[in-house]
């Protein structure tokens, strides 16, 4: 079992639509990244939490410790959302997810 | 400030060929990171840096070699290119580990025939 599981692995939208990622993790962590790697591009840094919620534009994470669990939200998504989305727990070093492959259809 | 610069953006290599792969942060970060993201498998840490003088191994190391001699920089090495090493290549660097973030590297694309 990898230490960070995302889900779902593919999503496919209409614009306009509420998307929800989710991250699940198992090590200890200092804290919780989000990600998001356009198709051939680079990787640019979303969010970090280490706990409660953030909120940048359009884009909301958070983050339960407890329960080891954090979600990316996109609301009133667009086709420029389309990308794919990854979250890392950060201790020692980063631990990746498999990414979340998002589509959104105009 | 430029961020995290990696050079190149692309490069084919052939087998047993030696290459750097070079990585410059104008940040004054103390912690640096290379990755290579293979569809399937996600990103994986190669090598890292917790500061000048000092590295040690990620994940998958073999084949790459790492030095720190300064803050800025933190060139990898692959010592004699195999196809398994063809892959995309990040860099990233954070102030130090802990609750900061981290910012990548444009990527290098790299083809070993």
């Known amino acids: 079992k990898n230490e960070v599981e995302q889900s779902p692995q593919n999503l496919t939208a209409q614009e306009g639509e509420f998307i929800t990622i989710n991250c699940s993790y198992s090590?200890?962590?200092?804290?919780l990244h989000w990600l998001q790697q356009h198709p051939g591009g680079g990787i640019v840094s979303l969010f970090m939490?280490?706990?409660g919620k953030k909120k940048h534009g359009r884009l909301i994470a958070t983050i339960n410790i407890q329960e080891k669990h954090s979600s990316l939200h996109i609301t009133a998504s667009h086709p420029r959302d389309s990308a794919v989305y990854i979250c890392?727990?950060?201790?020692?070093?980063?631990?990746f997810g498999q990414g979340t492959r998002l589509t959104i259809n105009p | 400030n430029a961020g995290v610069t990696q050079t190149p953006k692309f490069q084919v290599l052939k087998t047993g060929q030696s290459m750097t792969l070079q990585c410059a942060q104008d940040m004054n970060h103390e912690y640096m990171s290379w990755y290579r993201q293979d569809p399937g498998m996600g990103l994986r840490l190669i090598h890292y840096s917790v500061g000048a003088g000092i590295t040690d191994q990620g994940e998958v190391p073999n084949g790459y070699n790492v030095s720190r001699s300064t803050t800025e920089d933190f060139p990898l090495r692959l010592l004699s290119a195999a196809p398994s090493q063809t892959s995309v290549y990040f860099c990233?660097?954070?102030?130090?580990?802990?609750?900061?973030?981290?910012?990548f590297g444009s990527g290098t694309r790299l083809t070993v025939v």
């Open positions: 990233a660097s954070t102030r130090t580990l802990g609750n900061y973030g981290y910012t």
């Open positions: 890392a727990a950060s201790a020692q070093k980063l631990v």
């Open positions: 939490l280490s706990s």
């Open positions: 090590v200890g962590i200092s804290a």
